[in-house]
T-cell receptor, first 108, second 116 residues
Framework: GQNIDQPTEMTATEGAIVQINCTYQTSGFNGLFWYQQHAGEAPTFLSYNVLDGLEEKGRFSSFLSRSKGYSYLLLKELQMKDSASYLCAVTGTYKYIFGTGTRLKVLA | DSGVTQTPKHLITATGQRVTLRCSPRSGDLSVYWYQQSLDQGLQFLIQYYNGEERAKGNILERFSAQQFPDLHSELNLSSLELGDSALYFC???????????????FGPGTRLLVL
C-alpha cells in the first residue's frame, strides 16, 4: 500500500531548531517534496530530495533516506512566521501523494 | 504569486446543484492537478491532466469530473453537491511529471466551496 506518516502537531520556541519527520511506504519512488501551508492559503514549495542525504536551503534543510523510507525537514532559527503546516509529499509513477501535514506552532 | 490562477475564489451553493471551478496553469506548464482539502484534512489528490489527457486519478467521486482544454486551462465540475463537498479546492501545475524538479507543483490560491 501507499502511506505517509507525519506528526500531527509540534510546538517550538522562537529562535530554536525543530525537526519534522516523515515516513513513507510507496511502490515506485521518484522523489520527496516538502511544502509549507499557512492556514487558508495555498501550499508553497520548500524542498525536493531525490537522492539520499541532506539538502540545505537557508534556514531550511531536508534529509532523505530511501532505504528507510524516511525524511525530515529541519527548520533553524525559528521565526513566528514559520507557524504553518508542513506537508510531506512523495512522487512516483503517475502519482503524487501528500501526507496530512504537521501543524507547527512557534511561540514567542 | 505562483502564476496559477483559479476562479472563483469563493462559491456558495445549495445541495443538489452543480458548479464548475476553473484553473489556468503557469505559462508553459503542461500538467494540471486538482486537490480537495476539507477542514483540518490533508490534501486529497483528485485527478491529473497532462497536455490535455487524463494522466492519473485519485479519490475522485463519480459526481466529479474534469477536463483540460487545448489552451491547457482546466475545469473541475462538481455535480449533485452534498454538504460534505464543502472544502477548499486547489489546482496546481507543473512542467512535466517525468523530469526531476520539474515535478514541483505550483498551487493556485484555491476556490472555497460552501454547500448549504
Amino acid at each position: 500500500g501507499q502511506n505517509i506518516d507525519q506528526p500531527t502537531e509540534m510546538t517550538a520556541t522562537e529562535g530554536a531548531i525543530v525537526q519534522i519527520n516523515c515516513t513513507y511506504q510507496t511502490s515506485g519512488f521518484n522523489g520527496l517534496f516538502w511544502y509549507q501551508q499557512h492556514a487558508g492559503e495555498a501550499p508553497t514549495f520548500l524542498s525536493y530530495n531525490v537522492l539520499d542525504g541532506l539538502e540545505e536551503k537557508g534556514r531550511f534543510s531536508s534529509f532523505l533516506s530511501r532505504s528507510k523510507g524516511y525524511s525530515y525537514l529541519l527548520l533553524k532559527e525559528l521565526q513566528m512566521k514559520d507557524s504553518a503546516s508542513y506537508l510531506c509529499a512523495v512522487t512516483g509513477t503517475y502519482k503524487y501523494i501528500f501526507g496530512t501535514g504537521t501543524r507547527l506552532k512557534v511561540l514567542a | 504569486d505562483s502564476g496559477v490562477t483559479q476562479t472563483p475564489k469563493h462559491l456558495i451553493t445549495a445541495t443538489g446543484q452543480r458548479v464548475t471551478l476553473r484553473c489556468s496553469p503557469r505559462s508553459g506548464d503542461l500538467s494540471v492537478y486538482w486537490y480537495q482539502q476539507s477542514l483540518d484534512q490533508g490534501l486529497q489528490f483528485l485527478i491529473q491532466y497532462y497536455n490535455g489527457e487524463e494522466r492519473a486519478k485519485g479519490n475522485i467521486l463519480e459526481r466529479f469530473s474534469a477536463q483540460q482544454f487545448p489552451d491547457l486551462h482546466s475545469e473541475l465540475n462538481l455535480s449533485s453537491l452534498e454538504l460534505g463537498d464543502s472544502a477548499l479546492y486547489f489546482c496546481a501545475s507543473s512542467a512535466t511529471w517525468l523530469e526531476r524538479e520539474k515535478e514541483t507543483q505550483y498551487f493556485g490560491p484555491g476556490t472555497r466551496l460552501l454547500v448549504l
